[in-house]
C-alpha cells in the first residue's frame, strides 16, 4: 500500500483524497527518462483532453493508485493556478483555503508533512 492509500485509510472518514493528473513529465516527444524505457513507458504527450484522459486511465491502473483520478485539461489550467508540476501534495481545508500546499516534487513529495497538516486541520475543526 501506497503512503497515500495509508493516508487515506486512516484519515478517509474526514478527508476526501483525489490524485489529479497533470501535464505528462516524461513524454517520448519531451523529456524522456531510461527508467521509464526500461519498464515499458512510452507516452506520447496528449494534445486533447480525451488523450490525457486515457492516458491518466492507463496510468491510474497500471500504477495500481487506489485514489480517484481527475484530469486536468490540456489548457493545464489547474497546473497552472496550484502550482503542481511535477507533482505536489495540497490540503483544502473544509473553508476551502490552502490548508497545506507541499513542496514541489519528486523530492518534495512528503505524505507525512501532509499527515501533520491533516492532523493540524482536523484539530483546528473540532
Keep these: 500500500?501506497?503512503?497515500?492509500?495509508?493516508?487515506?485509510r486512516r484519515y478517509g472518514q474526514d478527508v476526501v483524497f483525489l490524485v489529479v493528473y497533470i501535464k505528462e513529465a516524461?513524454?517520448?516527444?519531451?523529456?524522456?527518462?531510461?527508467r521509464n524505457r526500461r519498464a515499458g513507458v512510452r507516452v506520447a504527450d496528449p494534445v486533447t483532453d480525451g488523450q490525457r484522459a486515457a492516458?491518466?486511465?492507463?496510468?491510474?491502473?497500471?500504477?495500481?493508485?487506489?485514489?480517484?483520478?481527475?484530469v486536468d485539461g490540456t489548457d493545464?489550467?489547474?497546473a497552472?493556478?496550484?502550482?503542481?508540476?511535477?507533482?505536489r501534495l495540497y490540503l483544502?481545508?473544509?473553508?476551502?483555503?490552502?490548508?497545506?500546499?507541499?513542496?514541489e516534487g519528486p523530492f518534495g513529495f512528503q505524505p507525512a508533512e501532509l499527515e501533520l497538516a491533516i492532523s493540524a486541520e482536523l484539530a483546528a475543526s473540532r
Design 1 to 8: 500500500m501506497g503512503a497515500l492509500e495509508e493516508l487515506q
Design 26 to 34: 516524461h513524454p517520448e516527444d519531451g523529456w524522456v527518462l531510461d
Design 55 to 70: 492516458i491518466a486511465a492507463t496510468c491510474g491502473s497500471r500504477l495500481r493508485i487506489g485514489l480517484p483520478v481527475l
Design 76 to 78: 493545464n489550467a489547474v
Design 80 to 87: 497552472s493556478a496550484y502550482g503542481g508540476w511535477p507533482d
Design 92 to 103: 483544502v481545508g473544509r473553508d476551502g483555503r490552502i490548508a497545506f500546499q507541499g513542496r
